[in-house]
C-alpha cells in the first residue's frame, strides 16, 4: 500500500521557520515527481514547489521564492520543504503529492499557522 506521511508541521511567529518532511513507502518513488501543496482556509490548493527525479525544481508561487526550498532524498524516499520567514499569509495546511507524470498519491496534510 502506497502511502505518503508529512510530518513538521505546527506554529511558529512570523520569521520563523519550519521544515516539513514526507515519507514516502510502498512503492520506490526515485523515478516520480514529488511535490509540496497547501491549501489556506476559504483558498483553492495551489502548488508550493516541485521536484523531479533529477533533482529540478520549480516553484509554484513567487511569494516563497527566496523562503521555501524543496529537496528530496532519494535513499530515504523523502522529500522535505525548508520554510524559511514564515508570514502569515502561509497559514494552510500543507500536502505532498507523487507521480510519474501527475500526481497520483496525496499525504493527509500538516497543519502550519503562522502568528503575527
Known amino acids: 500500500q502506497v502511502q505518503l506521511v508529512e510530518s513538521g508541521g505546527g506554529l511558529v511567529q512570523a520569521g520563523g521557520s519550519l521544515r516539513l518532511s514526507c515519507a514516502a513507502s510502498g512503492r520506490t518513488f526515485t523515478a516520480y515527481i514529488m511535490g509540496w501543496f497547501r491549501q489556506a482556509p476559504g483558498k483553492e490548493r495551489e502548488v508550493v514547489a516541485r521536484i523531479n527525479w533529477s533533482g529540478g525544481i520549480t516553484y509554484g508561487t513567487d511569494s516563497v521564492k527566496g523562503r521555501f526550498a524543496i529537496s528530496r532524498d532519494n535513499a530515504k524516499n523523502t522529500v522535505y520543504l525548508q520554510m524559511n520567514e514564515l508570514q502569515p499569509e502561509d497559514t494552510a495546511v500543507y500536502y505532498c503529492?507523487?507521480?510519474?507524470?501527475?500526481?497520483?498519491?496525496w499525504g493527509q496534510g500538516t497543519q502550519v499557522t503562522v502568528s503575527s
Open positions: 503529492a507523487a507521480g510519474p507524470n501527475s500526481y497520483i498519491y
